[in-house]
């Protein structure tokens, strides 16, 4: 498993969260001067974003999360984004946070998965940083730390060898390996099979630096080209015009990682069947896991780094609801397996020195944003919001 991981995966989720964020909420946005009181306007998307932003991108989080260190569980890290998604006035219930996550995990698995070579998961991961510099690029401030997270990824990985590079996307693939979920883009692009497996295509550009498959070359012990033979490839390739650049500021040439929901559709999210029964089969074991203690320090240290204030007076800031209705959402949150809620985790462990020792006691010190007022009642409106998701 590679110690570099850790950022990549979570700045690439991330950016996921972000795309389908910004889509919905640019959906039902009314133009301020039109907009009533209790009414989602482009001014409230916007400090949506920049809040969530400013805390992904806080740089003590950032310090933490570049230490290399080993991934945690699934568990560990949706914690994480649990806190991010609530650090502005936005709210999700168990079951819509589910589905954004799902989302996001299987958007960024299919992304891995077609990566022309392992080194260009660091491009995949500058077009989502490219895009979410747009989202704030009429904020100094908060666009100050994206550039400041891109400076440390070009400083951290442009050294590393392809070998290592290889590392990483092995352990990137080992953390998706059991994630099944149908999403309907894929589906309707016929990239997923119905039992939420991805298809991966056999045309199309090759990876940098190398050759278009069809001939091979024979030498001889001296290195001489001795003879040529040419073989037909059941596929449609093509060399790429250029390598991306790996740079703060230049074309990345692969459009992995790019917003796909930039054209407003649909976007479902289920349970394969298989996916159903080998969870069910899977299920994580009640005794005490050794790893406990580890997984405790690590999110003690991520989630002590996030600057989030508590909101006033007990007010409870807007709804999000990601289905269509409340019925549906209560459905999904009761029929969805145990060991994919991603519940909050309960941890006794030996408290050090300068670390807190219980997860939830942790997480319950972590504080919200406070709304603005009148912003509760927009609660109903937002239940539409990612209506399609």
Not at 245 to 267: A, C, H, I, Q, W
Request: glycine share 6%; charged share 25%.
């Amino acid at each position: 498993m590679s110690a570099r991981t850790l950022p990549l995966l979570f700045l690439n989720l991330g950016g996921e969260m972000l795309y389908i964020l910004d889509q919905r909420l640019r959906a039902q946005s009314i133009p301020g001067e039109k907009a009533r009181k209790d009414e989602w306007t482009d001014v409230d998307r916007k400090r949506v974003m920049n809040d969530i932003i400013t805390t992904m991108f806080n740089k003590k989080f950032m310090e933490e999360l570049f230490k290399p260190q080993d991934l945690y569980s699934k568990k560990a890290l949706r914690t994480v984004y649990d806190r991010l998604a609530h650090a502005s006035i936005m709210r999700l219930n168990q079951a819509s946070m589910d589905k954004l996550y799902d989302l996001m995990t299987m958007a960024f698995k299919y992304q891995v998965l077609l990566c022309p070579r392992p080194r260009d998961i660091l491009l995949v991961t500058f077009n989502h940083l490219d895009a979410i510099k747009d989202f704030i690029s009429d904020s100094p401030g908060i666009l100050n730390q994206v550039d400041e997270t891109f400076r440390r990824l070009i400083e951290t990985y442009n050294c590393l060898s392809d070998g290592e590079f290889q590392l990483i996307r092995q352990t990137l693939l080992i953390f998706f390996q059991d994630m099944h979920i149908r999403v309907s883009i894929f589906l309707k692009d016929k990239v997923q099979n119905s039992n939420g497996r991805f298809v991966l295509p056999i045309s199309g550009p090759v990876p940098w630096g190398t050759e278009v498959p069809g001939l091979i070359r024979i030498f001889s012990h001296k290195g001489v080209e001795v003879k040529r033979a040419e073989f037909t490839t059941a596929g449609n390739y093509v060399t790429p015009q250029r390598e991306g650049s790996f740079e703060l500021y230049g074309d990345r040439v692969l459009k992995l990682g790019t917003n796909m929901y930039s054209v407003t559709r649909p976007v479902e999210t289920q349970m394969s069947g298989s996916s159903k029964t080998l969870t069910s089969q899977a299920k994580e074991n009640i005794a005490p896991n050794p790893l406990a203690k580890e997984e405790l320090n690590f999110l003690a240290r991520l989630l002590g780094g996030l600057d989030i204030q508590k909101p006033a007076g007990g007010e409870t800031g807007f709804r999000l609801n990601l289905f269509t209705t409340d019925e549906e959402e209560e459905h999904a949150a009761q029929t969805r397996p145990e060991e994919l809620s991603y519940k909050v985790i309960n941890i006794e462990a030996t408290q050090e020195p300068g670390r807190r020792a219980e997860l939830s006691r942790i997480l319950g010190e972590l504080e919200v944003a406070e709304p603005r007022p009148g912003s509760a009642e927009k609660g109903e409106d937002l239940l539409a919001l990612m209506d399609g998701l």
